[in-house]
């Protein structure tokens, strides 16, 4: 019968396998942060609506907060019944929308920004490689 290897003070039993259990997780953490890394660099090129989905949903959904506090505050003009309700949500609902609208229309010359500064880099990665890998 085989004896499970004991600690270096002895007062432990490991069995080997645990080991192995250990350096396999840690083998597969190394491998999955690597393929994580991998999809931040993203050397394959990416569509515009991957681009600017987020900053696009950012805008129709100010824009559709704004139209509804645009609803709301009409109303306060029209209808008498719960007119201090509408006059303090109206508003609030077209603060919210234009500060939404605001933000996405801001957020897409940044992206722009930034892809062009990609690029300017990657051109500059590669004629460095080619220049000094020689």
């Known amino acids: 019968m085989e004896v499970p290897a004991r600690s270096p003070d002895g007062s432990e039993q490991c069995p080997q396998g ?8 840690g083998s597969t953490l190394c491998m999955s942060s690597s393929r994580s890394e991998s999809v931040w660099t993203g050397s394959a090129p990416r569509s515009r609506w991957d681009i600017y989905r987020k900053p696009l949903v950012v805008v129709a959904v100010g824009v559709a907060i704004f139209l509804f506090g645009v609803v709301i505050t009409s109303l306060a003009c029209f209808l008498k019944e719960h007119k201090k309700v509408y006059k303090m949500s ?3 609902f077209l603060s919210l929308g234009l500060m939404l609208l605001v933000c996405g229309l801001v957020w897409i010359p940044i ?3 930034k892809q062009k500064q990609r690029q300017k880099s990657q051109f500059l990665q590669s004629l460095k490689s080619f220049f000094f890998n020689r």
């Open 111 to 113: 992206i722009r920004k």
């Open 90 to 92: 109206g508003p609030a």
């Open 18 to 25: 645990r080991e192995l259990m250990a350096s396999s997780t």
